[in-house]
C-alpha cells in the first residue's frame, strides 16, 4: 500500500531564516505531487504541483520555491522566511489525472516568529 | 471557473444528532467530486466520491449524492458522534483542469 511521510512534523522558525519542508511517498511510481498551505482557520492554498522529476508548476507567485530531485520527493524551501508564511503545510500525491483523488499527508506546522 | 461552495461554519451538535453540510458546485459537464475531512492536527483524507450523476457515495455512516439537476454534493450523517469532530471539505475535479478545487471547509463539532 501506498504511504506519504512528511517532516518535520512541527518548526519553530525566526523570520529571515530558511526552510526545507520534505515529503516523501512510498509504494507508487511516478505520482503527481502537490503541496499546499492552510492558514490558520482558513481553506486550502495550492502552492505547487510536479507530474515528473524536475518539472514544477507554481500557483501563487511568493517567496516560496519547491523541487522534485527523485521520483517520490517533493521538497519545499525558502530563502527567507516572512511572518506570513506560518501555516500548516501539506503534501499530497495522485495518480493518473491533476484533478482525481489527492491523498494527503500528516502535515507540518511552521511558526515564523 | 469551476467553483465548490459549501456552508459556512461552524458548526455544533449534540451526539447522535443528524448532520447536513451543504456543498454546491459550479462546472460545465460532468466533474467528479469528493468529500475529505481533517481530524485536529492531521491532513486531510477522503472520505468518499461521486464521479457521475445520482451516484452515492458512502464511507463510516457519511453520504452524499451527486445531484446534478441542483448541483449539489450534500454530506449527511444519522447519528454523529463526538469522534466526527473534524473540518469536512467538499470538492471537484474535472477533465481539463489542473487541480482538485476545494471548498473553504466546515468546522464540526460534536458534543456528548
Known amino acids: 500500500s501506498q504511504t506519504i511521510h512528511q517532516w518535520p512534523a512541527t518548526l519553530v522558525q525566526p523570520v529571515g531564516s530558511p526552510l526545507s519542508l520534505e515529503c516523501t511517498v512510498e509504494?507508487?511510481?511516478?505520482?503527481?505531487l502537490y503541496w499546499y498551505r492552510q492558514a490558520a482557520g482558513r481553506g486550502l492554498q495550492l502552492l505547487f504541483y510536479s507530474v515528473g522529476i524536475g518539472q514544477i508548476s507554481s500557483e501563487v507567485p511568493q517567496n516560496l520555491s519547491a523541487s522534485r530531485p527523485q521520483d517520490r520527493q517533493f521538497i519545499l524551501s525558502s530563502k527567507k522566511l516572512l511572518l506570513s508564511d506560518s501555516g500548516f503545510y501539506l503534501c499530497?500525491?495522485?495518480?493518473?489525472?491533476?484533478?482525481?483523488?489527492?491523498?494527503f499527508g500528516p502535515g507540518t506546522r511552521l511558526t515564523v516568529l | 471557473g469551476n467553483s465548490v461552495t459549501q456552508m459556512e461554519g461552524p458548526v455544533t451538535l449534540s451526539e447522535e444528532a443528524f448532520l447536513t453540510i451543504n456543498c454546491t458546485y459550479t462546472?460545465?459537464?460532468?466533474?467528479?467530486l469528493f468529500w475529505y475531512v481533517q481530524y485536529p492536527g492531521e491532513g486531510l483524507q477522503l472520505l468518499l466520491k461521486?464521479?457521475?450523476?445520482?451516484d452515492k457515495g458512502s464511507n463510516k455512516g457519511f453520504e452524499a449524492t451527486y445531484r446534478k439537476e441542483t448541483t449539489s454534493f450534500h454530506l449527511e450523517k444519522g447519528s454523529v458522534q463526538v469522534s466526527d469532530s473534524a473540518v469536512y471539505f467538499c470538492a471537484l475535479g474535472q477533465g481539463g483542469s489542473e487541480k482538485l478545487v476545494f471548498g473553504k471547509g466546515t468546522k464540526l463539532t460534536v458534543n456528548p
Open positions: 499530497a500525491w495522485s495518480e493518473g489525472a491533476l484533478w482525481d483523488t489527492q491523498y
Open positions: 461521486a464521479t457521475k450523476a445520482d
Open positions: 462546472a460545465t459537464g460532468y466533474p467528479s
Open positions: 509504494g507508487t511510481s511516478n505520482p503527481n
